[in-house]
């Protein structure tokens, strides 16, 4: 299976689900956009799986990790 075959599929890591390199991308040029600085692809693939950890809490109903509640990591 080539790469473009499963960049619009989910993918699956120990049991959440994790964003594609071509939805990295695009978040990375949103917080580009809106903060006007610099995000590398690390920073924005962090951030895609902190929303997407936040989202699935949120959606059981929990308490996220103590590391995903504040925005003063950095």
Known sequence: ???N????S???AAGFYSPSEEQ??????????E???????????E???Q???????LARDR???IGVRGNDES
């Open 1 to 3: 299976m080539d790469r």
């Open 5 to 8: 075959s499963t960049n619009n």
């Open 10 to 12: 989910q993918e699956v």
């Open 24 to 33: 990295i991308v695009l978040l990375q040029s949103i917080l580009q956009k």
């Open 35 to 45: 903060s006007h600085e610099s995000v590398s692809l690390k920073e924005a693939q």
């Open 47 to 49: 951030v895609g799986i």
């Open 51 to 57: 929303l997407v950890s936040l989202y699935e809490c």
């Open 63 to 65: 308490t996220p990790p």
